[in-house]
């Protein structure tokens, strides 16, 4: 039963450039959410879709935005980079239904 | 609006228990997580709390919920070197909330273990 997946592992962009992250829910799932995690901090909500719409969003810019597919599987997008979105990047898949969230790996990005 | 604080370090020697406590504001608190974060890896799901308990036993692993006082504690017994990481409090709020579907996250306690 394979978890939640994530791509790419890293990544390097320069400041004003955009990137898109990917997320694969685990098995069954049908939520996902995504959070960024700064160094030396706990993660920070960012959205969660389900029914391939945003169904809660944190307290972040309009830079960062997120589709889900039909196949509940999820991009997070971060248009004109800032060197402050350097982190580690953690979806998280859940059901809708309740229970708790499964955590990816993580993207590691680094704005320069 | 909520609030999630952990001590952020803690040092055991090995096969000693481990203590890791969580302090939280939101008295609507559905559920509360332990999670645990090894070097350059994602969140693993250790255990976690339905907010009518107030203790709950897995293996290793006892939480303990104090709701009066918001105050949820970790305990690993027989600590090994392969549980050196950092474990993160995290409290997700009632389902009718408008933070109801995200997870609130301390800062994370690391945990050293000495052999």
């Known amino acids: 039963d394979a978890g939640v997946t994530q791509s790419p592992t890293h990544l390097i962009k320069t400041r004003g450039q955009q990137v898109t992250l990917r997320c694969s829910p685990k098995s069954g799932h049908d939520t996902v959410s995504w959070y960024q995690q700064a160094l030396g901090q706990g993660p920070q909500f960012i959205f969660q879709y389900y029914e391939e719409e945003e169904r809660q969003r944190g307290n972040f810019p309009d830079r960062f935005s997120g589709h889900q597919f039909p196949n509940y599987s999820s991009e997070l997008n971060v248009n004109a980079l800032l060197l402050g979105d350097s982190a580690l990047y953690l979806c998280?898949?859940?059901?809708?239904?309740?229970?708790?969230?499964?955590f990816g790996p993580g993207t590691r990005l680094t704005v320069t | 609006g909520e609030d999630v604080e952990q001590s952020l370090f803690l040092s055991v020697r090995e096969g000693d228990s481990s203590v890791i406590n969580c302090t939280y504001t939101?008295?609507?608190?559905?559920?509360l997580y332990w999670y645990k974060q090894e070097p350059g890896a994602g969140l693993q799901l250790l255990t976690y709390?339905?907010?009518?308990?107030d203790m709950k036993q897995d293996q290793r692993l006892t939480v303990l919920l104090n709701k009066k006082d918001k105050h949820l504690s970790l305990r690993i017994a027989d600590t090994q070197t392969g549980d050196s990481a950092i474990y993160f409090c995290a409290e997700k709020g009632e389902d009718s909330g408008a933070g109801s579907y995200q997870l609130t996250f301390g800062k994370g306690t690391k945990l050293s273990v000495i052999p």
């Open positions: 939101d008295s609507s608190s559905t559920y």
């Open positions: 998280a898949s859940s059901l809708a239904a309740g229970g708790p969230q499964y």
């Open positions: 709390i339905f907010s009518n308990m």
